[in-house]
Each structure stands twice: as C-alpha cells, then as structure tokens.
C-alpha cells in the first residue's frame, strides 16, 4: 500500500528548503492519532468535528465515569477519523486517583504492525 508523501508534525522546513516529512508512515499516523487525542472538538473551523478532545479533561472530574466516557470519545473519533490507516487493538482509560491514563494498541493497515500509544494526564502536569 502506498503510503504518499505527508507533512511532518509540527509543520517545519527540512535542510533542504522543502516542507519536511514524517521518516516513516508509522511517525506518521503516531501524529495524527496524537492530533486526533488532543484537538477539541470545534477547535479547527473548517472540521469542527474533528478531535477526542482530552485536554479538556484536565478540568473534568477523575473518575471513572469520566474515564468511561473519555474511552467512548476516542473510539468514536478514531473510527471516524482514522480508520482507513488503523484498526484499533486495545483502548483501556483509567482514572486512579488525580490521573487519567489512555493507553491505546493499534494496528498499522499499511504494514500490519502493531503499535502503542500511551498519554497520562496528572495536576499541574501537561498530555
């Protein structure tokens, strides 16, 4: 499967005076699953839909009808985001005591490799 040519994240230019892109398909959807995670919903004007929106959570409270609720957010945004590049494996959310922890396994569809992400929110602490 051909992966194309992406823009790397954050957008920068490369040594060579063009847009720098992302070494491998797999640093490139690790990005865009890390852009999906933490945009909010409304954020971006002209896809204002887009996002799981887990910075907001810093304000919510930890619990786990929150961690409940943060799981069903993120499998909805990545099925309807992402699922022509990943199949997700696993998607556990926690809240034990003041963290809020996404752990997520998912399935490259362009190699078949299976990967890992895992962001962990705590008080005073940045995703």
């Known amino acids: 499967m051909d992966s194309g040519r992406h823009l790397a994240f954050p957008f920068r230019i490369a040594s060579d005076g063009r847009a720098a892109a992302p070494p491998t398909i797999d640093e490139h959807v690790r990005g ?62 926690s809240a034990d005591d003041s963290t809020l922890r996404v752990d997520l396994s998912y399935r490259l569809l362009a190699t078949g490799e299976v990967r890992s992400i895992s962001l962990q929110q705590q008080p005073g602490n940045r995703p």
């Open 32 to 93: 865009e699953i890390i852009q999906l995670l933490l945009t909010a919903p409304g954020e971006r004007p002209f896809l204002p839909s887009f996002g799981a929106g887990l910075k907001r959570l810093v304000f919510e409270r930890n619990d786990p009808i929150s961690a409940a609720l943060a799981k069903a957010t993120v499998a909805q945004s990545l099925s309807r985001w992402l699922q022509s590049r990943i199949a997700v494996v696993a998607l556990d959310v």
